[in-house]
């Protein structure tokens, strides 16, 4: 629970007076600030659930918690009420920790236009004037595929006129151009009656709505009576418009014509990112799709995403079909005519609901992608500007480092670490002993591990970095390269060193330091690196030292000599637990005879 007695206290006297009640509950930071917005069926039950000490959390709902200093709640009749109220909520504040809905993409719609003699007309924004919308399209050709239908057919206005009985009888507007080229019937003269007009509407909100059968058995009947008629221009003008429909009808259905007015949402997840599929299926046909996605925050089951959809829908006014195929079985809270949710195991449901999976897997594969390519791009910029910085041929994506540790030529030790695309290579890290310097000689120290480390690359057809770096000045950088040269790697291992005091960066070669701005990314990351390195080589020179003095404790005693120390030591790890060891425990490790002396030094206080 938030910190500090005093909110302590506020919360859990919240929480006493919490009715067990159907309701709302909101929760505020310290700044008033609202975190997160919940519905609960009981009030109390629900909201105490955020508080109990052995319930374990995750990072993010245990992050929320604790930033909670107040709660607030609206006590409602049902469940339904809780819904409408949550989302209205939602909807007004959209607070941090909720479900955030948001479009994959800005699709567009076709729209008829509330108005006389309607336009029909592709846009990508809905407004509450009473019109008709039908999509979204994820596919822009598709959409005008279906407007180019349409033109050829229908022959709807597209001029912005207010075609209202007083100004067409006034004679108020012209014919124009539209009606001369034959793409127009020209109402704007009263040349197209408004009931005919209307017919055509309803006509193509049919075929929107993916309803082609009874369109396309209207459209026969009239060929069919002009035919009769002998009219048979007029009777060839409607066989072409059943082919145009027949002909757009085979290229969108995708399933069985039995399957009609159908909802199919599927939803998958990777990671903490998640998406939610929707189709709209008319007599076989996917008449519209879309795809939500948004971050995971409070460990959402798949169902309450899918519920958010549907809840999105029905704020958007879209009507809902009379089955709904699911990814994922869940229920609407207590709706007088809740929709069935069915997860079909095989046919032809089955086969569209996998359609949707499938769409969902694509579409988390492309954010995820997206994502590592931003990062990948990120890297790239870093490596391309210390290309740029350092003179190099090449972009230093493998990166090497030396730095020397010693007190007075005590354990010399060196360290070795790598950097791969800018970050560090763990498993890549050496530790090397100094085996033919004696005394404190940090260039020739220099010199040794350089040479042992890439002369044994070379021996092994290893790949040699991009860029060498040593901790150390003109000195520890000309020792390196007295190593690189005689292993005829001059020309191929790019080396800097970067001076301790002034944190100056040199070449091989150059008196002078590399002019770099302190405030540089270069500069950072070489420091970043160097910073490494040293910290090893500090780490491995500690351990070896604290080992060798334990290890000359143990062999101080008469009779324990090294091999018996690192016996000890390697068993029980410190001599606190030799000391604290038994007999037999002893015995069991340096035999009896030795462990009798180490007892004896032990009771002696020797060690």
């Not at 193509?204 to 002998?230: C, H, P, R, W």
Request: with cysteine; hydrophobic share 35%.
């Amino acid at each position: 629970m938030s910190s500090g007695p005093e909110t302590f206290s506020h919360l859990q006297e919240i929480l006493a007076q919490m009715p067990e009640s159907p309701g709302v509950y909101q929760y505020f930071d310290s700044k008033g600030s609202l975190l997160y917005i919940g519905k609960a069926k009981n009030l109390k039950k629900r909201v105490k659930s955020y508080f109990l000490s052995g319930k374990s959390h995750s990072y993010r709902i245990a992050t929320m918690v604790a930033k909670i200093h107040d709660i607030r709640y609206t006590i409602v009749n049902n469940e339904v009420e809780a819904l409408t109220l949550e989302n209205n909520l939602i909807k007004a504040h959209q607070p941090k920790y909720n479900i955030n809905l948001k479009d994959g993409k800005t699709y567009p719609y076709i729209c008829i236009k509330n108005e006389p003699f309607p336009r029909v007309f592709p846009t990508r924004n809905k407004t509450e004037d009473g019109s008709s919308y039908f999509g979204p399209y994820t596919s822009v050709k598709t959409m005008h595929a279906i407007l180019d239908l349409i033109k050829r057919n229908y022959k709807f206005r597209s001029c912005n006129l207010s075609l209202t009985k007083p100004n067409i009888q006034s004679g108020k507007f012209k014919i124009c151009l539209e009606f001369q080229i034959g793409n127009c019937f020209g109402p704007c003269e009263g040349l197209y009656s408004e009931d005919q007009y209307k017919r055509n509407i309803d006509d193509v909100k049919s075929i929107l709505k993916g309803n082609f059968k009874t369109i396309l058995g209207q459209l026969e009947s009239q060929m069919f009576a002009f035919a009769g008629d002998y009219k048979f221009e007029k009777a060839e003008e409607i066989r072409r418009q059943i082919e145009d429909i027949k002909s757009f009808k085979r290229k969108n259905t995708i399933v069985s014509e039995s399957i009609t007015d159908v909802e199919v949402l599927a939803t998958d997840r990777m990671n903490d990112l998640a998406v939610v599929t929707h189709f709209h299926i008319v007599n076989g046909s996917i008449v519209a799709s879309h795809a939500w996605e948004w971050r995971i925050k409070l460990e959402e089951a798949d169902e309450e995403l899918l519920i958010a959809v549907v809840n999105q829908l029905k704020r958007e006014g879209q009507a809902l079909g009379n089955e709904i195929i699911s990814s994922h079985n869940f229920e609407f809270p207590d709706e007088e005519n809740p929709i069935p949710v069915r997860i079909p195991l095989r046919g032809e449901k089955h086969k569209l609901l996998e359609l949707a999976l499938k769409n969902c897997r694509t579409l988390l594969e492309e954010k995820v992608w997206k994502q590592n390519q931003s990062k990948a791009s990120r890297e790239d910029s870093l490596m391309q500007q210390m290309q740029q910085d350092l003179h190099l041929t090449t972009l230093p994506k493998h990166i090497e480092c030396f730095d020397n540790s010693n007190i007075q030529g005590e354990y010399p030790v060196a360290s070795l670490v790598v950097f791969r695309d800018g970050k560090p290579s763990k498993k890549d890290y050496r530790h090397f002993k100094i085996k033919t310097v004696t005394g404190p000689n940090d260039f020739a120290s220099m010199e040794e591990i350089v040479y042992r480390r890439y002369s044994r690359l070379i021996e092994e057809n290893q790949t040699l970095p991009d860029l060498v770096i040593v901790d150390g000045g003109k000195g520890q950088l000309s020792s390196a390269a007295q190593s690189i040269e005689k292993l005829g790697l001059n020309t191929k291992l790019p080396l800097i060193g970067i001076a301790k005091r002034l944190e100056e960066i040199y070449v091989v070669n150059d008196p002078h330091p590399l002019l770099l701005d302190k405030r540089s990314t270069t500069l950072r990351v070489i420091q970043q690196i160097r910073n490494e390195a040293h910290r090893f080589a500090i780490t491995f020179h500690r351990d070896l030292r604290s080992k060798n003095t334990i290890a000359t404790k143990l062999t101080t005693i008469p009779g324990i000599g090294e091999v018996i120390a690192k016996k000890l030591l390697s068993h029980f790890k410190s001599v606190n637990k030799v000391k604290t060891a038994g007999f037999e425990e002893l015995a069991a490790v340096i035999g009896k005879a030795k462990a009798q002396i180490l007892i004896a030094a032990i009771q002696s206080n020797t060690i």
